[in-house]
């Protein structure tokens, strides 16, 4: 936008984007403000517009934000002596809101101002200048609290990337403020009761508990206040409404998250723990009054007191702030019929569990083990299906999502309890109501039994047997949801099998009667995959029936998924078969797959007959994924015939189907794992394979076929006569490649082609690294990987830094290995040299500006690299990274100090392994966050 636009044109604008019927003038409308708002001129347009009296709603909504998301995002176009009347006109806007201003219009103000006031370095004490503004006015009262509560909660807001100093430096300004802030608060709670007064209320705890989150409340100072005496009232008192409960919930939480270090607040660790211990009877009234959301809460306080003394209930039990009475509380809570609600102390006992694991106590596991006991009983009591449920669970639903988090905390606390013994629990309770046990108990038992069975000692031979045997004889009328589950329990129970082969027929009889039954089919396939990977050793003469099986697979009527399954483990029993009967094997279960592929790609281009290509794809890829027979050096590999007689077809499926990334990813994955299969043995298919990928590469950009052109020169990169060959590949499709890339947001926009690109050219840096570093593009490849730093995706950035940190490591090699080790050294030292001052440049603006904490590890890595060169050389390049940093934000806020420059200088270059860079990398770029 070149210039400012008039505040008519800008209101005219507004009012076509809420008001015009016209899709497409509305669509121009929104573009328009949108690049008004990005534009400099915005600052003053919506100053303008908030001043007009009677302005109407959208436009003074559309002002508001437009001011809230400047001075969050823009802060630094304004030079610093704008700031102060900024400020007063902010100040200005927001003395002026009455009553009937719309409340969504104030938050926007309330946080403008308060964004500005952190940003502001000239603005000192913000909070106590506010409160002595707006305090005085009872008009301005609920303002004033949303400014309160906002102060606290936007000083770690990441947008507004204040750095580390400006933080603390507010911090400690917040917490000078505290003991004005709590006096106020406290008067706004002692207001006389009413309606307005519990909305009132309701903002001061909000308030209160954004400052305990903070950290920035005096907790010896509040411990004894009416504040937390009124929060307590509030929760025991049976009426209150349920957004006071909720603030109330929300501010004590905050308290109890506050106090964790419980030896820095004794005095308020003290007093809400015997808060906390008067609330059971609320708890339980709003049981019988079935208010969930009031069930909830207290469940939240209960499990949020439980974690932050933890250290106490497991150091100190039954004494003091470990009083054990904690632990009943979650228990009741556990037990609510309700799931949501025993859902809220699962990360507790996931806590809980590990601490224990880590102190190896038996005296302190056999003291919670009763509590274990009864969370494993309610547990299995909330896995209950409904009764009249007449289908098998559905893991994507809510309840089965539940299903899979409880099977999660039953595996990471079964050690105090035992497996075994869990077992045991199960089958008894089952046992002792055998007449009177509803199908849904049934279940529910197995479905816990299936979480803990491959912890089943194979030696047990007491329960196992009577457990398994009654699951192979379970009556035809049996709820398929029993039958469902219980084949998934027969699947767990596989190494328990594998040591008890006596009954491993009956158990295929059982899984082979499953697959018949659709709904079952998927748990029976997989559960015969999992025998086949632990017994395929005694599973071999089963081939025969498993080839008839997936023959005939089609006519169970069974998912894709389980005929995949099937076909897995069908491959690993194929595998530990004689080498002469292999060839035979391979072809039999493949010729399905090839058949029904040839049948689609003959009526590829019929629209009439909808095949998917995909099916047979998944389920080709999936045999020779799985298909490892242990092949001598000499050897013809067994399966090279198989796959030399299908790539005609897989080449011909790539070349119809070219136009869909779906299919041609499918082709390249099943041509992908048939390379692996075979090894070397790939050569014959090696020639027309590149040739075709690099046809097809020019013209739709896959980017799966530089994934396969990796897969490529894992396999052949050490092999003389295929370098040359697998080089000339990589140039042809480096060209699409780039032109993609130096796209506008051409990285961002293709993380996959960045992720296969440097997968592939991390293959060339193992395989043939010299001939790979003399090659005349390496310098736009070197080059585009110094770019591609700046990329935040995940897996593609970690592809960039693998690459980098290969390549700069090629010298490190074992002399007596390497002949040219001497040349390989040299290569590194040249492309330290010649690009290692840019390299650093960019990896610390990356993991400044750019990139996630979570990827710091791998930017370390790639630094160490560099330092294990050269390190006098880095502590120079290093030096001059440093210098080009903004290092003074917008404001005059000091991000790094000279001091801290020379500290993070001096740990990376002092570092003596990666972990030791990543540490000064995350604590030197919180100065800029």
């Known amino acids: 936008m070149e210039a400012a636009p008039s505040l008519e044109t800008v209101t005219q604008a507004i009012q076509t984007l809420y008001h015009n019927p016209d899709v497409t003038a509305k669509e121009r409308a929104s573009f328009w403000l949108g690049e008004l708002q990005k534009s400099v001129y915005a600052w003053e347009i919506s100053d303008h517009l908030l001043h007009i009296r009677d302005a109407d709603l959208e436009s003074c909504y559309f002002a508001a934000q437009t001011m809230r998301t400047k001075v969050q995002y823009c802060f630094h176009e304004l030079p610093q002596a704008a700031h102060q009347s900024l400020r007063d006109s902010l100040l200005e806007h927001i003395n002026n809101v009455s009553e009937s201003t719309n409340h969504i219009i104030v938050t926007q103000l309330c946080l403008a101002i308060v964004d500005l006031a952190l940003q502001m370095v000239t603005w000192k004490n913000a909070a106590h200048e506010l409160i002595q503004r707006f305090g005085g006015n009872p008009h301005h009262v609920p303002l004033l609290l949303d400014i309160l509560k906002f ?12 750095g580390d100093n400006r933080r603390k430096e507010i911090t400690e300004e917040l917490s000078k403020s505290a003991p004005l802030v709590l006096q106020l608060l406290t008067s706004y709670m002692e207001s006389a009761p009413g309606e307005v007064e519990f909305r009132r209320q309701t903002g001061v705890l909000k308030c209160l508990g954004s400052w305990f989150n903070l950290g920035s409340i005096p907790t010896d100072q509040v411990a004894h206040s009416k504040l937390i005496a009124g929060i307590f009232e509030a929760l025991r008192e ?59 809460n207290y469940c939240r306080i209960f499990t949020e007191m439980a974690e932050s003394f933890l250290d106490c209930v497991i150091m100190t039990p039954n004494q003091g702030l470990g009083d054990l009475r904690t632990l009943d509380l979650l228990l009741m809570c556990i037990s609510h019929h309700q799931y949501e609600v025993s859902e809220i102390t699962f990360n507790f006992w996931y806590r809980l569990s590990e601490v224990l694991a880590t102190k190896n106590d038996v005296n302190k596991e056999a003291l919670f083990k009763p509590y274990i006991e009864r969370l494993l009983t309610s547990l299995c009591q909330h896995s209950c299906m409904e009764p009249d449920e007449e289908d098998i669970p559905d893991d994507s639903d809510d309840f089965g999502h539940f299903r899979v988090q409880v099977s999660e905390l039953i595996k990471d606390v079964i050690f105090l309890v035992g497996s075994a013994n869990c077992f045991t629990q199960m089958y008894e309770s089952l046992a002792s109501q055998s007449s009177s046990t509803t199908w849904d108990r049934t279940e529910a038992a197995l479905f816990v039994m299936t979480a803990v069975a491959k912890n089943i000692s194979p030696s047990e031979n007491v329960i196992v047997p009577q457990v398994l045997q ?25 190494e328990w ?126 045999v020779f994924r799985n298909l490892h027979p242990l092949v001598s050096d000499g050897q013809v590999h067994p399966c090279k015939p198989v796959i030399e007689a299908i790539w005609p077809l897989l080449s011909d499926c790539c070349d119809k189907y070219q136009h869909d990334i779906r299919v041609v990813e499918r082709c390249c994955r099943c041509v992908r794992f048939s390379v692996r299969c075979v090894g070397k043995g790939a050569d014959t298919i090696l020639p027309p394979l590149v040739q075709q990928m690099v046809q097809l590469y020019s013209v739709h950009n896959h980017s799966c076929f530089l994934y396969l052109g990796s897969i490529l020169v894992d396999e052949f990169g050490s092999e003389e006569g295929c370098q040359q060959g697998l080089l000339d590949m990589l140039q042809a499709f480096s060209v699409p490649t780039f032109k993609l890339l130096e796209e506008p947001d051409g990285f ?19 395989r043939m690294p010299l001939m790979f570093i003399q090659a005349s593009f390496f310098k736009s490849i070197i080059n585009c990987g110094m770019a591609a730093c700046m990329v935040d995706h995940r897996d593609a950035n970690a592809s960039v830094m693998k690459f980098l940190q290969d390549l700069l490591k090629i010298g490190m090699v074992n002399e007596d290995k390497y002949p040219d080790h001497a040349q390989r050294k040299q290569a590194a030292e040249a492309i330290m040299q010649e690009y290692g001052p840019q390299m650093l440049q960019n990896l610390l603006t990356a993991v400044i500006f750019c990139l996630p904490s979570f990827m710091m590890p791998d930017i370390a890595d790639v630094v160490y690299a560099i330092m294990l060169i050269d390190r006098p050389s880095v502590c120079r390049f290093l030096e001059a990274a440093l210098k080009a940093l903004p290092v003074e934000g917008s404001g005059g806020v000091v991000r790094a100090t000279h001091k801290q420059l020379v500290d993070f200088h001096k740990a990376v270059t002092s570092a003596e392994h990666a972990k030791q860079v ?12």
Not at 243 to 252: G, K, R, V
Not at 273 to 287: H, K, N, Q, R
Request: glycine content about 4%; hydrophobic content about 45%.
């Open 497 to 622: 099998i594998d040591s008890h082969h006596e009954v491993l027929d009956s158990v295929l009889h059982f899984l082979l009667a499953g697959l018949h039954n659709h709904k079952i089919a998927p748990a029976a396939a997989a559960a015969l995959l999992q025998i086949c990977q632990i017994c395929r050793d005694k599973m071999y003469q089963h081939f025969g029936g498993l080839v008839q099986i997936i023959q005939n697979v089609d006519s169970f009527n069974i998912s894709n998924e389980a005929a995949v399954d099937l076909l897995k483990g069908t491959a690993m029993i194929l595998s530990k078969m004689p080498l002469e009967k292999i060839t035979e094997g391979a072809q039999q279960i493949c010729a399905v797959q090839v058949n029904q592929l040839n049948e689609v790609l003959q009526h590829a281009g019929d629209t009439n007959m909808k095949l998917d290509p995909v099916i047979w794809l998944d389920r080709l890829a999936a």
């Open 470 to 494: 009654a699951l192979l004889n379970l009556p035809e009328d049996s709820h398929v949801a029993v039958k469902y589950t219980g084949t998934r329990l027969v699947g767990e129970l596989c």
């Open 748 to 766: 961002r926009n293709h993380p996959d082609t960045v992720d296969d690109l440097f997968r592939l050219c991390t293959r060339f840096v193992q």
């Open 151 to 162: 102060l606290p909660e936007e000083v770690n807001s990441r947008s507004l990337r204040l």
């Open 918 to 929: 990543s540490f000064a990398l995350r604590d030197f770029t919180r100065l800029f966050r």
């Open 238 to 296: 049976p009426q209150i409404s349920g957004s006071y409960h909720e603030a109330a919930c929300d501010c004590l939480c905050a308290a109890l998250f506050a106090v964790e270090e419980v030896d820095k607040h004794q005095a308020l660790s003290q007093v809400l723990f015997e808060g906390v211990l008067t609330l059971p009877d609320a708890y339980l009234a709003s049981v019988g009054e079935e208010d969930l959301d009031k069930s909830m």
